[in-house]
């Protein structure tokens, strides 16, 4: 209770202070220059956020919030740069497959036995939100959602090659399934059937991986990589028959397979949970070549459902703990504000972690969350690692290099193997 008590004091000195207690709060989810203050107005993640931060600011008494916004790609390299030379900021995000990397060297703060007198309420969290966040029986982080990959969906597309029933996409149930819908699709549009981040983001590695746990596989299991199977072979084919095709553009980064869904010239988007609220507002403008907009699950092509996911939480560095009761108490009331606002964030599109407000009315108002509600039964993840980047990177190259240099499956399923065999082994 030595923390717990150490708040409750330090929460007392920031009542009675002049000066506002600074908490630094590093970021990712891009930039948002005007988000504002109001939490149920903005749109996007990067604003969304923002505005949460923001009314936080603007609400907490005693308390100054200094975002340091960084780029995604680059977030866990400052991160891991900022532990490294002692200055990590006083608050963070971060996603729940990094927690082993970090709680493993103790660089978290146990919060434990102090997030009751913060006003969180631990019992409100949903059961995989309380799993994502807990470390060898202790919780070292609040969590904010449970995000995932979806199929977003065009319409009008679909429809014109007769892929629409009741008002809602047929989607394919097999691979081969896919590629006649595909195939369906160009003959009546003259537009690509899926799109997606197949060239610079791992979005293909989720994707593979999705189809790989469909089939009761993993990519590792315990110490052993378990890459180079049948269940990987079959993934990856899935995949590349669409390219092989024609019907899916693999040059494709995360901006342009955007872009492209954006502007009508394909069907599917493989994208995350993070875009819903955007993409509906983009159709909802005269001029875009998305106009009727669907979101569904991730389909079962092979035996099981199972879709990638993870989840964002929010995670105090020890040091500040141990040693800074007056940000640490700061720190732990940023954390309570960011759950209090679980609703607003889940307008993003990802789902919330709050029990309260999963079965709210207001969450159920939420456009779009009917179509994919299938989505938090099927996710799934990786087992824990501390190597997680670095496999997920050795994924990337080596898939990547099959669809765009085009290395042999054979060999680059060989090497995937024995790189993250190494890394399992460190």
Known sequence: MKHAMLGATALTLLATSAVAQEVTLGRFFGDCEDAGTDTSASVGEACIIQSIINAA????????INTLPTDWGNYYDQIVAAYAGGTPPNVHVMHRHRVPEFANIGALADLTDDLEGAGIDVSDWEAAALEAVTYN??????????????????????EAAGLVEDGEPILPSSPEEMLEHAQMVQEATGQDYLAADFAQFPIGVRVALA???????????????????????????????????????PQLNYADSQQAFLNGEAAILVNGT???????AEAARDDEGLNNYFV?????????????????????????????????????QVLAFINDHNLDWARTGHLAVRTSVLESE?????????????TADIARD??????????QDVLNRELQAIWLTGKSVDAALADAQMDVQDLLDR
């Open 57 to 64: 600011d603007a609400q907490l008494d005693g308390i100054s």
């Open 137 to 158: 029986d202790r919780i070292i982080g609040v969590p904010m959602d449970i995000h995932a990959n979806l199929w977003h969906v065009n319409l009008d597309l679909m």
């Open 211 to 249: 189809l790989i746990w469909q089939q009761g596989a993993n990519i590792f299991e315990n110490d052993t990589a378990t890459i180079d199977t049948e269940q990987t072979r079959n993934a990856i084919s899935s995949i590349t028959q669409l390219f092989d095709e024609g019907l899916s553009n």
């Open 274 to 280: 993070w875009v819903v609220d955007f993409y509906a």
């Open 296 to 332: 569904a699950d991730f389909p079962t092509l092979f035996d099981e459902g199972a879709t990638w996911a993870d989840s964002h939480m929010w995670a105090i560095p020890s040091p500040v703990q141990a040693n800074d009761p007056d940000t640490y108490a700061a720190a732990l």
């Open 362 to 374: 207001e969450f159920a108002a939420l456009p779009h969350r009917e179509e994919f509600a299938g």
């Open 382 to 391: 990786t087992p824990p690692s501390r190597r997680y980047g670095a496999i």
